[in-house]
């Protein structure tokens, strides 16, 4: 089945640790995209990649990183800047940035 | 900057009865237009889109929205609420000079039995 694959679904961690989410699409999506939910709020735009190897900052990108060595992967790692890491990720795919978006089952990180 | 306002955070529907779900941009130039769907601790699931032609769109689950130009509005209908539908819902809209989404605050629909 073609679809998105966020892991792990619940994630833990220690204040000033970085921490790896990890998004996979078997889908051939050229674009890929992190999100960021909060409780009552919309979702918010951390990163985007249009093809491998390039990838925009979004609304939120400060305390996040990411990369895009391969089409079918497209990690984010939430590192120690980030003052308030505890929320729900969320990973979308989309054929080109004019498509409609395809999202994963999400990631919730807390930060203990 | 585009905006995208979802009227009530919380909307309660006795099952079986009508269900209309808010939403209002703002934007000079008619955007692409989309409804999603969000039940706990999972992602989001497309439900319809408009992006051009007619202005009543059908999704799934038995779900339209209709994109009226002057009232720069798209809401959400369903003409018998199921307790199934009992989800979050979302709309959001994209810029048609970058094509990034701008999304809603979301409306929890709740079912009344």
């Known amino acids: 089945d073609g679809g998105i694959t966020q892991s792990p679904k619940y994630l833990f961690r220690k204040e000033g640790q970085n921490v790896t989410l990890s998004c996979e699409q078997n889908l051939n999506h050229d674009a890929m995209y992190w999100y960021r939910q909060d409780p009552g709020q919309g979702l918010r735009l951390i990163y985007y990649s249009q093809i491998v190897n390039d990838f925009q900052k979004g609304d939120i990108a400060e305390g996040y990183s990411v990369s895009r060595e391969k089409k079918e992967s497209f990690p984010l790692t939430v590192t120690s800047a980030q003052k308030n890491p505890t929320a729900f990720y969320l990973c979308?795919?989309?054929?080109?940035?004019?498509?409609?978006?395809?999202f994963g089952p999400g990631t919730r990180l807390t930060v203990l | 900057a585009q905006s995208v306002t979802q009227l009530g955070s919380h909307v309660s529907v006795s099952e079986g009865a009508l269900v209309l779900l808010r939403c209002n941009y703002s934007s000079s130039v008619p955007p692409y237009l989309f409804w999603y769907v969000q039940y706990p601790n999972q992602g989001l699931q497309l439900l319809l889109k408009y992006t051009t032609g007619a202005t009543l769109v059908k999704g799934i689950n038995g779900f339209e929205a209709e994109f009226k130009k002057s009232e720069t509005s798209f809401h959400l209908t369903k003409p018998s609420a199921h307790m199934s539908d009992a989800a979050e819902y979302f709309c959001?809209?994209?810029?048609?000079?970058?094509?990034?989404?701008?999304w809603g605050a979301g409306t929890k629909l709740i079912i009344k039995p």
């Open positions: 979308a795919s989309s054929a080109g940035l004019a498509d409609t978006q395809y």
């Open positions: 959001a809209v994209s810029d048609r000079s970058n094509y990034q989404l701008i």
